[in-house]
């Protein structure tokens, strides 16, 4: 096997921690000597070991003089754990092959130069691409302290999330909801709009075996999320934040006797201000949000500029009628020129749906 092939198998290693290590990166490392795999580990849940360090636990010999293949460059700082690049250079690894560089500032690059400075043999970019993008979410996070947002939604092959009735279920089949459930289990928050609460009445979880159900989070400005709702029903076993910018406590208490966190926001253009929701959720470590709103929620995301990318599942039918809603709504935009441009999408087929995934181009100039 070559470098690219042992570095295939550390992304392979390091995928098992998705969903279990939020707000930190998901890393995997694989330790080979003489062309045999001696070690391999990945980083588990958000405070354990490291990945490197779980390698080096599991060594079935010295791994002195053997080559380390790590998605991540190694910490050299004190944080939870004890620096990385100490564990590197106590076990007598000459080599070290690297995926991408930490962003997070207190390891930037030093933590190549230190083990570069110490003699070791550094290999850096080996599949860079494929290591950033399964850390899209952490570099987004450290790089701004606020959520990478995914906007999510499903609609017909005509544009459709709903009948004209307004009767949604099901749009897509069983294989591409049960994608939508390993997302939920893979961000650290789903968030929608009271509008979707009263019209779908949603429970938000994920239904995987052994998934972890996100924080929940209502954006709801004048509190009239119904006290009927299943997800006020189920709030007092599962995490639920509803932001508000109702200051009324009465108001307030029901939902916080239910178990709920009312969270306020100030009010924009009459509705929550998003940006000021995303700092405050970035304050209290929720790096990722699956937001499956409904179109006014997604407009208003979009222009407040907080996405970062698009899932669209499309379904092979077609529902018609000029009143049945689209999954942006709002004002719009005047003119193609001025769209909201995506770029790099991947797409999926998933049973005779399709899944098309589209990072949101950041910088580009809207002149309206
Ligand atoms: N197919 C799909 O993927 C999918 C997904 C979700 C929903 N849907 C469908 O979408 C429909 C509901 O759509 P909707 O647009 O009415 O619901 P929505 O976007 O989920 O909720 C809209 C409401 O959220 C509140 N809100 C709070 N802060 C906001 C902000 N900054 N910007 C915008 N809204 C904010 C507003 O009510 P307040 O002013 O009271 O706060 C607003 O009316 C349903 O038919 C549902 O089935 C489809």
Redo the contacts with the bound molecule.
Sequence with gaps: MNDTEYMGLALQLARNGCGHVNPNPMVGAVLVKDNRIIGQGYHERYGAPHAERNALACCTESPAGATLYVTLEPCCHYGKTPPCTEAVLKSGICRVVIGSHDPNPLVAGKGIELLRGQGIEIAEGVLKAECDRLNEVFFHFIGTGKPYVVMK???TMDGK??AYT?A?KW?TGETARRRVHEDRGRYSAVM?????VI??DPLLTCRMEGGRNPLRII????L?TPHSSQIIATAHRIPTIIATACKDLQVHQPYIKAGCRILPVSQKDG??D?KELMVKLGEEKVDSILL???????W?ALQAGIVNKVQTYIAPKLLGGAAA?SPV?GIGVPHPDDAFFLTNSIITCLGEDILVESEVQSNVHRNY
Excluded: P, Q
């Excluded at 929608?192 to 979707?196: A, H, I, K, Q, R």
């Excluded at 954006?219 to 004048?222: A, F």
């Design positions: 939604y499903a609609m999330t709903a307004g949604s749009i929608t709009g009271v509008g979707t019209a779908d954006c709801d400005t004048k009239r509705y929550l998003l499956e709103g409904g179109g006014i929620l997604n208003s809603r709504a």
